[in-house]
């Protein structure tokens, strides 16, 4: 994997504090917005720890702080997908959101829509040791599965800027359901050379959402836009 396309250099959270990670990762705080997911969530961060970089899936820099810049961060989108359903995570990668969504929303069935065998082969061992029995790993391109299947709601993190991706995505979102994807502070500059396609595929405009904030840790923001027809 180039440096370029290895997720989180830059995009994502605060920048300025470095926060110890297996610290952050136990702390009281974490724990308790985790709940009954946390085990899950914490074996996901050891997997991604131990392994993650050696296989390509993130950068060196990302290792110590795994749980702040991504465990957390893809934590965030969790709130605002349906009570119940099917969610597609385009462009997974290393289980970035879809593995920390299948482990907090067990109620929700996760579709991981990734091209690289090289991680679609992660993803089912990662699901496999977590006994994740809610997760489908779908190899392939967005675009190859506009007409095998529609979701509740499309997540997505790092994958491209708004208007390409409208364009993979919402044909994937039933009517009714909606577009929840993980942004970088400037996503409200993206809304404006996307309004065609959006408007192309019948999605309202576009809500930005707050992440949260556990034990100091800000995540990035969150756009939603909901397919009307
Ligand atoms: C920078 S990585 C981000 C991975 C993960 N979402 C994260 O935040 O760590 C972008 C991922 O999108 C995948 N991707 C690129 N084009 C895609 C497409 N058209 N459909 C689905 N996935 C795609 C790539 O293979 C890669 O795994």
């Known amino acids: 994997m180039s440096g370029s396309d290895v997720a989180g250099q830059g995009e994502f ?13 136990s702390s009281e705080a974490v ?10 969530v914490t074996r996901y961060a050891e997997l991604l720890r131990d392994q993650g970089e050696l296989r390509g ?51 929700l069935e996760v579709l991981l829509v990734e091209p690289m065998e090289r991680r679609t082969t992660w993803l089912s061992e990662v699901a496999g040791e977590l006994g994740l029995t809610n997760v ?3 190899r392939g391109r967005a675009e190859e599965y506009h007409d095998a299947f529609e979701v509740d709601a499309v997540t997505s993190r ?6 390409k991706l ?11 359901g909606e577009l929840v994807i993980l942004k970088g502070r400037n996503v409200a500059q993206e809304i404006e050379p996307a309004r065609k396609v959006l408007r ?4 309202a405009e576009p809500e930005i959402l707050e992440g949260l904030t556990v034990e100091g840790v800000e995540s990035t923001t969150i756009l939603r836009a909901r397919r009307s027809k």
């Not at 917005?33 to 899950?40: E, H, L, M, S, V």
């Open 166 to 176: 409208a364009r993979m995505s919402l044909p994937l979102v039933r009517v009714g």
């Open 57 to 107: 899936l993130i950068g060196p820099r990302e290792v110590p702080r795994i749980w702040e810049r991504h465990i957390l961060n893809s934590a965030a989108v969790a709130q605002y997908l349906p009570a119940t359903g099917a969610v597609a995570d385009i462009g997974s990668g290393a289980g970035l959101p879809g593995i920390v969504i299948a482990v907090m929303r067990p109620d």
């Open 13 to 25: 959270g605060a920048e300025a504090e470095v926060f110890d990670s297996e610290t952050l990762g």
């Open 158 to 163: 790092a994958v491209a800027p708004l208007s």
């Open 200 to 203: 192309k595929y019948g999605a």
């Open 31 to 40: 724990r308790n917005f985790f709940g009954a997911a946390y085990d899950g």
């Open 136 to 138: 489908q790993v779908k």
